[in-house]
């Protein structure tokens, strides 16, 4: 069981726009910079977002972060098919002195 | 280009032993913390190991202290993670992955996978 409780899935049309949330604790979100991946169909995690709402050069723009206590939120506008993916959160937690993840969500574009 | 090239995954028998080796380019390893995460199939991220920069501190998840042991070779970029008494629960593909930040992973290998069966 993840320390990090995110949606088991999600879903949109194209060009729509889609939410994900990803709600933790004190001792991990709500003290912590955020960051987000994403995970392709059989291919290795890509960094999407960092301390919260930053963008690693190459990640567009219809991608962002944003946080508020414990909760933290990747959002993704003008949905397109390559976007079906898994995304995780991930984050440290203090209490555990560990690196830590959501379970994932998985996204599909109807 | 940053590169992670994991390798040494493969078959072991429960209580076996396995050392997984990654070689890094790219960047100057010696000035970044490295971290192990695993993916068991069909299962999400979970994070196993990392060591600092210098290899002067290192911390396990919970599921694998006190049998994985990680390592690294500066002078060869290249991170290692030694697997004992490994069980059936510890199948998954081992990603070595760079850490930018604590919370962040800014880098992934392309994984190596690790089977534990009989």
């Known amino acids: ?110 | 280009e940053v590169q992670l090239l994991e390798s040494g995954g493969g078959l072991v028998q429960p209580g076996g032993s396995l050392r997984l080796a990654c070689a890094a380019s790219g960047f100057t390893f010696n000035t970044y913390t490295m971290s192990w995460v695993r993916q068991a199939p069909g299962n999400g991220l979970e994070w196993v190991s990392a060591i600092t920069s210098s290899g002067d501190f290192t911390n396990y998840a919970d599921s694998v202290r006190g049998r994985f042991t990680v390592s690294r070779d500066n002078s060869k970029s290249t991170l290692y993670l030694q697997m004992d008494s490994l069980r059936a629960e510890d199948t998954a593909v081992y990603y070595c992955a760079r850490s930018s930040t604590v919370t962040t992973v800014d880098y992934w290998g392309q994984g190596t996978l690790v089977t534990v069966s009989s």
């Open chain 1, 1 to 110: 069981q993840s320390v990090l409780t995110q949606p088991p899935s999600v879903s949109a049309a194209p060009g729509q726009k889609v939410t994900i949330s990803c709600s933790g604790s004190s001792s991990n979100i709500g003290n912590n910079y955020v960051s987000w991946y994403q995970q392709l169909t059989g291919t290795a995690p890509k960094l999407l977002i960092y301390e919260n709402n930053k963008r690693p050069s190459g990640i567009p723009d219809r991608f962002s972060g944003s946080k508020s206590g414990t909760s933290a939120t990747l959002g993704i506008t003008g949905l397109q098919t390559g976007d079906e993916a898994d995304y995780y959160c991930g984050t440290w937690d203090s209490s555990q002195s560990s690196r830590v993840f959501g379970g994932g969500t998985k996204l599909t574009v109807l």
